[in-house]
């Protein structure tokens, strides 16, 4: 083995922080790389080794392919030696697509599809029996045997129950040379003209042949040929009729009713899928939900009269043709547009609504002359669906505000057409195990074959396998309560990381270098141990893999630990210390003293005792939720507990928080069901602090997100020579013309199109990067340009600005969330998640609290180290001690043993979990036995 095939060799990394390093990774191992938050873990992981593994990828393609591809630039690094491909799962993965499923993303359903297609029973949906298919040489000896010495008539159904007066259809049948035809039940001749009612639903037969059936070979051959006729006529469906009894039969060589002759196409995979025209519910696309009109919205008061805005979408009485109709409306029905809504007449109500047709007379009393009046009127409701499906996005955005999102009452959120969910296995069907969670459906799976039937068996033997398999790998890495039709945007960052590594797993790939980034986030403990022994088995198969993490269980169980820092931004970059977690212990870095207990974050003495408020949540049935009820303690800090899929966010983030913020910010996203809220009276906001980025653009900055920019632009615009030359704060924004550099419009960076080539960003030759043009940059603040405090990290500028309060304050706080490393003009889009949320709780920690606010937090710990969770819990206590109550979502035991009053939900994930298991503090949940954080925090406060 050469030295190549035993490491992987980085010399001279230099991307973001790193300061020119080199290091060893040794392959086919579990390697973890750990540091601060900031310290450039992911620098090192993420933007040079995986980036330069897939340059290289991309670079083996031809030079008309890249052109395509779009372009990787080589990250700044000297070399990389020994790198095999690079397979990244990061959490920021899943697709947003409605159409996307953990069934679709994991690859299960497009077995499920296989499976169906090949090896299900069709039933009919007229009469429930199960179909049948015949060859054309099984249909005739079945005629043989059936009718013989019968009179029989053989005909092609051409239409079925379908309305129309049929003149073209007769006469195009008259001309391919046939004399006569059944209609509604009656054989008749055709006749030059001929038609039927178009008012009413019509079946009609063209009458192919008139036989008796004798075992003549004459006879036989003229049965085969009229079968085939009448095949080609009737779309592969005949039907047989005993001319004795009048008895109709059907036979096709497709799959078709024996009873009421109905037939489905031959089963393909694309039958099943919702996402193919074939396959998907013809009422909503195959999404499983629709958007429909709530009349309430349209009339939210109905005290209110037409003329003073009773219709919402229209507002008070004004001068336009809508309230002219409106007026006529009200002539017929004999009201007028003063009454209140609710004392209009409900037949006007409905035609306002709904719309309607109607001619009246009104006679003029004073000259005696009648006039007639037409109303045609398309209804407020009919309009606002109109407007919905526009191609306008403000117009779809205005009329959803007025419609409700509602299964689709076609396919009862199954997704897929009537004749698809007639298809079944073993009794279920497509649907059916879709909805079933992970665990319930590898029992479905596991004794299958034996239900089946022979043939069945032999076709489905290898798609089971694969099935059982992909199941198999998400019952390994913890997701058992997942279901398979669950929407891939409703997942969590962790979820859909975990996903993506059990779909990884299935590939059976070997030789991969896999790059994870924090995988174990939103896990609770207790699967902790599942997902590090998946990662174990990836790298037993001979594969190597790479984790950036914090978890403590996760570094013990590594072969090898990197860790980075010392510190954090430019005070970080350099490796400290690697080797075995044993090594790793004996180094006087930071990581090393929490882990060997030097340091560690305090339990508090004494929990607190709260202001005596609370607010009560009763009844919530969102999602797994089995009629919870809860009480939130305020004044304290509350942790919400459960393992992974147990109802934590369905409870807080889709009931709770909704609520709140319609309450105190008139938010419009409906929460999740419940019966009753009491108790908003005593806290005046609510704030959540996620960790969605705080920028999509490079030209969103920590300084732009928390409006510090715009308190420094003010402040170089009252500088005496600014003054004097007319300078608003407008002039030192780089995002307006007039004082940014034009040639990159306040970029700093010039993209150089490369065609095939990756784009080339090159500093702005006219600025050097600095942004802002000549004359800007003249105004000068105790020496230092609007573009040199771009420039300075946060630290830098706290003490800089440390005579403007208003600057100061907000920079302060972020320096306390331990961000004082970053500058303030970094691109948001290079912030890590972790870094992102602290900017926003920093953000709104320097506004002034009124010691009544809500905070929610959800799993404020990702991406932070030990050292950083001290010292945002730090903050957070802070905010609890001035009366404030902060809610945190957290699997993360530092932070859940620091907490005054915890709300344990279980005990299981999925439908398993959705209870309140135990609540109080966390000295009063280690007593309880069934909930497994209780297990875990008792270790943590011996």
């Known amino acids: 083995m050469s030295h190549f095939d035993e490491s992987i060799e980085v010399k001279g990394a230099r991307v973001h922080n790193l300061k020119n390093i080199d290091i060893t990774i040794p392959r086919e191992k579990l390697v973890v790389i750990t540091g601060l938050s900031g310290s450039g873990k992911s620098s090192l992981a993420f933007d040079t080794i995986y980036a330069e593994g897939q340059r290289r990828y991309i670079e083996t393609f031809s030079a008309y392919a890249r052109q395509f591809l779009g372009s990787l630039e080589r990250p700044d690094v000297d070399k990389i030696d020994g790198l095999s491909p690079v397979i990244a799962i990061e959490q920021k993965t899943t697709s947003k697509s409605p159409r996307s499923t953990v069934g679709t993303i994991t690859e299960i359903y497009d077995f499920l599809r296989l499976l169906f297609a090949r090896a299900a029973d069709a039933y009919s949906y007229e009469t429930g029996e199960k179909m049948v298919s015949y060859s054309d040489e099984q249909i005739k000896d079945l005629i043989l045997e059936s009718y013989n010495g019968k009179r029989i008539n053989i005909l092609s159904p051409v239409i079925r129950s379908r309305k129309g007066h049929y003149r073209e259809l007769f006469e195009q049948i008259a001309k391919q040379g046939f004399v006569k035809v059944r209609t509604d039940g009656e054989i008749v001749d055709l006749e030059k003209g001929m038609k039927l009612d178009r008012y009413k639903t019509h079946d009609i037969e063209i009458v192919i042949d008139r036989l008796k059936i004798d075992n003549s070979q004459d006879n036989e051959k003229r049965l085969m040929e009229s079968i085939n006729t009448a095949m080609y006529h009737g779309d592969d469906v005949l039907m047989v009729i005993d001319q004795d009894t009048n008895e109709p039969r059907y036979f096709s060589r497709n799959l078709m009713c024996p009873s009421s002759g109905i037939s489905y196409p031959n089963p393909e995979p694309n039958n099943f899928s919702f996402n193919s025209p074939k396959g998907a519910c013809p009422n909503c696309n195959g999404i499983g939900e629709l958007y429909v009109v709530n009349d309430k919205k349209l009339v939210p008061d109905e005290t209110l009269s037409i003329k003073n805005g009773a219709l919402a979408p229209h507002g008070p009485e004004k001068k336009s043709w809508i309230f002219k109709q409106f007026h006529t409306i009200a002539q017929r029905f004999d009201f007028t547009l003063n009454d209140p809504w609710k004392d209009i007449p409900e037949e006007a109500k409905q035609m306002i609504l709904h719309g309607g047709k109607d001619k009246f007379t009104v006679e003029s009393k004073l000259l005696g002359v009648a006039r007639d009046y037409n109303i045609d009127f398309e209804g407020v409701a009919n309009f606002i669906e109109n407007q919905y499906k526009s191609d306008s996005t403000s117009l779809v955005r205005w009329a959803k505000e007025y419609m409700d999102k509602v299964e689709c009452n076609v396919c009862e959120g199954s997704r897929l057409r009537k004749e698809s969910l007639y298809f079944k296995v073993d009794e279920k069907n497509i649907a059916d195990l879709v909805k079933m969670d992970v665990v319930d459906l590898a029992e479905w799976l596991k004794d299958l074959e034996n239900r089946l039937s022979e043939t069945q068996r032999k076709i489905s033997e290898e798609i089971i396998k694969e099935i059982k398999a992909r199941t198999q790998f998400l019952l390994d890495v913890g997701l058992t309560y997942l279901t398979l039709n669950r929407s891939s945007k409703s997942l969590s960052g962790g979820e859909a990381q975990r996903i993506r590594l059990a779909t990884q797993i299935g590939s059976q790939l070997v030789g991969v270098l896999y790059i994870l980034d924090e995988p174990s986030i939103g896990l609770h403990q ?173 030209r969103s900055n920590p300084a732009t997100y928390t409006k510090t920019f715009d308190e420094i632009r003010k402040l170089f615009a009252q500088i005496p020579e600014a003054m004097i030359r007319g300078y608003k704060p407008g002039r030192f924004s780089f995002n307006v013309a007039g004082g940014r550099c034009e040639t990159c419009q306040g970029g700093g960076l010039r993209v150089i199109e490369m065609n095939f080539l990756p784009d080339v960003y090159v500093e702005c030759e006219t600025c050097q990067g600095k942004r802002f043009n000549r004359e800007t940059l003249e105004i000068r603040y105790k020496g230092k340009s609007i573009s040199d405090v771009l420039d300075m990290t946060i630290e830098e500028a706290v003490d800089f600005f440390e005579h403007i309060p208003k600057i100061h304050r907000k920079l302060k706080t972020i320096k306390d969330v331990g961000l004082g490393y970053v500058t303030l003009g970094q691109q948001s889009t290079t912030l890590s998640g972790g870094e992102a949320q602290r900017i926003k709780l920093a953000t709104e920690l320097s506004k002034r609290d009124t010691g009544n606010t809500f905070y929610i937090l959800d799993e404020p710990t990702t991406g932070l180290h030990f050292e950083d969770i001290r010292v945002l819990m730090k903050v957070l206590n802070k905010l609890v001690d001035k009366g404030n109550t902060v809610l945190i979502i957290e699997h993360n035991l530092d932070v859940i043993k620091t907490v005054d009053y915890i709300i344990d939900i279980g005990y299981e994930g999925g439908k398993g979990g959705g209870n309140v298991v135990a609540k109080g503090t966390p000295e009063q949940i280690i007593k309880h036995k069934n909930s497994y954080t209780a297990k875990f925090l008792k270790k943590e406060l011996k």
């Open 526 to 698: 207790r699967d902790n141990e599942k997902l590090i022994n998946s990662l174990v088995s990836l790298r037993d198969v001979g594969n190597s893999v790479l984790v950036v993490e914090h978890d403590k269980d996760m570094i013990e169980r590594a072969d090898h630990v990197i860790d980075i820092g010392p510190f954090a931004g430019k005070h970080g970059g350099e490796i400290i210390s690697e080797g075995t977690p044993k090594e790793l212990l004996s180094f006087n870095t930071l990581t090393a003293e929490y882990l060997n207990g030097k340091k560690e974050i305090e339990v508090p003495k004494e929990r607190r005792k709260g202001n005596g408020n609370k607010i009560v949540l009763k009844g919530c049935t969102g999602n797994n939720l089995k009629n919870v009820d809860v009480e939130f303690p305020l004044g304290k800090m509350i942790g919400v507990t459960g393992v992974s899929g147990s109802g934590k966010s369905t409870l807080i983030n889709e009931t709770l928080y909704p609520i709140l913020n319609a309450h105190f910010f008139n938010g419009v996203k409906k929460p999740m069901p419940y019966k009753s809220i009491k108790g908003l009276e005593h806290i005046d906001k609510v704030i959540d602090i996620n960790q969605s980025p705080i920028g999509r653009t490079p």
